[in-house]
């Protein structure tokens, strides 16, 4: 097999502790405990790793990466390994003073995220009082001059304010907005039923995009993620698995994407254990839907393989129980139809708030229902105590 194309990027996930509870995070069920995440050194080593291999940007990302203590150190081994740096944050505790010392250390840029332009529905999304801290972030972010971007997952609770979330970067003086429908992975698969929007929302907003990119004509970068549940087009698997980027995990399981930790007998290696370089060119986790050898008809002679890859595997898993089947989100797939079906309009369930819980914890028929698309019953007070911050 020929080597692969080194990697453009990074996604260092420092921690999964985060004070927000938003129900579509894509966080795994079973997060990292705060005693197994890798220290400083072990970060500068998995920076300089990164950088030998090709890798140019790094996004700072958790959970919550202001939690450690130490960030302002990990983000400096990122910049003298050569990494542009982009700090990934809900905003809730990125004061003045830890602000200056990130930009002390190098930080190069700061992508917010946002979860509605309405303070209260903000924070009732988030389960948290976080829209204050995110105004007055964005405002200590310009100040210094750091390029601000503004992320929103998008969905059922919040589409219909889409204007006045572009309105909302505007305003904070942002010069990126990502409008990312949900990608249903993690927590956000638990909630689909409650978070999936309607056709007439998505065609609604997806009209507002196109309005709000002529009228800034280009001051301001807008990307739309589309949702490939209601596309009949698959997107193509983080630019194909294992293609362009890499994430290391907070105990330093590397993946070829964020969502991959949910694929069984994946096995992926840890950075940690195993250097970066074999890890992307030579290890089977990496190698396993790389090309086209993988792929079951009708992706094996489909004349659309090298560009969407046979679609998402974490998705085929997630919506079949099997990650080498053919994206469901693509019309030719024989599991096209049960993805229409929970695109219908039905019973909208309660947000499940996202906690650190440990799979383990979770009600066995709650995780079977997440994967099924049954309709998910409220979690008992017991499933959601376990503390990541505490573990």
Request: glycine share 6%; net charge negative.
């Amino acid at each position: 097999m020929t080597a692969p194309t080194p990697p453009y990027a990074l996604l260092a996930e420092l921690t999964h502790a985060c004070l927000l509870h938003c129900a579509y995070c894509s966080n795994p069920l079973e997060l990292t405990r705060r005693s197994q995440e890798l220290g400083p050194a072990q970060w500068a080593d998995v920076f300089h790793q990164a950088a030998e291999l090709g890798v140019l940007h790094t996004h700072i990302s958790g959970g919550e990466p202001l939690l450690r203590k130490d960030l302002e150190q990990i983000t400096r081994s990122a910049v003298d390994a050569g990494l542009y740096t982009q700090l990934v944050t809900s905003g809730v505790g990125l004061t003045a003073e830890r602000l200056d010392a990130l930009v002390d250390a190098g930080l190069h840029s700061v992508q917010l995220s946002v979860q509605h332009a309405d303070a209260r529905r903000s924070d009732e999304l988030a389960g948290h009082p976080a829209f204050t801290a995110k105004q007055q972030a964005a405002a200590l972010v310009r100040e210094r001059d750091l390029p601000l971007g503004i992320n929103v997952v998008l969905h059922r609770h919040n589409l219909d304010a889409l204007d006045a979330l572009m309105e909302l970067a505007v305003a904070w003086d942002a010069e990126r907005i990502e409008l990312a429908n949900t990608q249903f992975y993690g927590w956000g698969l638990l909630n689909r039923a409650a978070l999936m929007p309607s056709r007439e929302q998505l065609a609604a907003a997806g009209a507002q995009v196109e309005a709000w990119k002529e009228r800034l004509d280009g001051t301001v970068e807008i990307t739309w993620v589309v949702p490939d549940y209601f596309s009949g087009t698959p997107k193509p698997c983080m630019g194909g698995w294992g293609a362009v980027s890499l994430t290391v995990t907070p105990d330093g399981t590397t993946l070829p994407c964020p969502a991959a930790a949910t694929l069984p007998g994946l096995d992926a290696p840890n950075a940690t254990e195993r250097r970066l370089r074999w890890i992307w060119e030579e290890s089977p986790a990496f190698n396993a839907y790389r090309g086209t050898d993988w792929m079951p008809d009708p992706c094996r002679s489909c004349e659309r393989r090298t560009e969407d890859f046979g679609g998402c595997r974490c998705q085929a898993f997630a919506l079949t129980g099997d990650a080498s089947r053919t994206d469901p989100a693509c019309s030719l797939s024989p599991d096209h139809a049960t993805l229409i079906d929970l695109t219908r309009p039905g019973t909208l369930p309660e947000l499940i708030p996202r906690r650190p819980v440990a799979a383990s914890r979770l009600p066995a028929r709650t995780v079977q229902q997440h994967v099924t698309g049954e309709r998910v019953s409220d979690l008992s007070d017991a499933a959601v105590t376990q503390s990541v911050e505490g573990a």
